[in-house]
């Protein structure tokens, strides 16, 4: 079985300033990575994905993430944050086999601050 | 359509009432997924539907929970002799189901059991 932990359920941030968003997963067997994006009111919204190849994906909006196979993890970061950029963010994985089931991590409240 | 669309957006209703969510994938996408969003938390998967392959209802936490699809197009979710518990965001996302593994989200049917 898969499970994806996501550390911290709230990172407040001044705007302008870095951000890391933390996730780790488990799993037995491999797995593409995710990481979604969840406006308020909104529906999720993929931000990046790693398939395979460079393990830095650059996505949407100026993110970027890391996948680390041997500390299985694959933290978010962004290097100056907006306001705009408030949200909730999830990090998901799925077996690389025939399975396709997301399994997402509780989800990560980013609050940028003025 | 451009993006996956879900109705009602919000549904309010009494315990042990029948509820009726539906969703409306991205035109020519094959495989469509139900999950559920509890109250800050991530996301839980329902059940699947890719082609006329039956579906994968292992996430169904109920017997009173089904789901149909007609072809590759609407799906219904139904939860029937609604409970408290049910109150939850149900979102649906739909991929081509060619290999591609990016799901889309539609915005979410809102559900308040009183």
């Known amino acids: 079985a898969q499970s994806v932990t996501q550390l911290d359920s709230q990172v407040p941030v001044f705007e302008e300033a870095p951000v890391e968003l933390r996730c780790n997963y488990s799993s037995s067997v491999s797995v593409y990575l995710f990481w979604y994006v969840q406006y308020p009111n909104q529906g999720l919204q993929l931000l990046l994905k790693y398939l395979s190849g460079s393990t830095l994906v650059k996505g949407i909006n100026g993110f970027e993430a890391e996948f680390n196979k041997s500390q299985t993890s694959f933290h978010l970061r962004k290097p100056s944050v907006h306001i705009s950029d408030t949200a909730e963010y999830f990090c998901a994985v799925r077996r690389m086999d025939s399975s396709y089931k997301l399994i997402f991590g509780s989800g990560t409240r980013l609050l940028v601050r003025p | 359509g451009a993006g996956v669309s879900q109705s009602p957006s919000n549904k309010v209703t009494e315990k042990g009432k029948d509820v009726e969510l539906r969703c409306d994938p991205i035109?020519?996408?094959?495989?469509l997924y139900w999950y559920r969003q509890r109250l800050g938390q991530g996301l839980e998967f329902l059940i699947y539907?890719?082609?006329?392959?039956?579906?994968?209802k292992s996430g169904l936490p109920s017997d009173r929970f089904s789901a149909e699809r007609t072809g590759e197009s609407v799906s219904t979710l139904t939860i029937q002799r609604t409970q408290q518990e049910d109150s939850a965001v149900y979102l649906c996302?739909?991929?081509?189901?060619?290999?591609?593994?990016?799901?889309?989200f539609g915005p979410g049917t809102r559900l308040l059991v009183l």
């Open positions: 035109s020519g996408h094959t495989a």
């Open positions: 539907f890719q082609g006329n392959s039956a579906p994968d």
């Open positions: 996302a739909s991929s081509r189901g060619d290999g591609e593994e990016t799901q889309y």
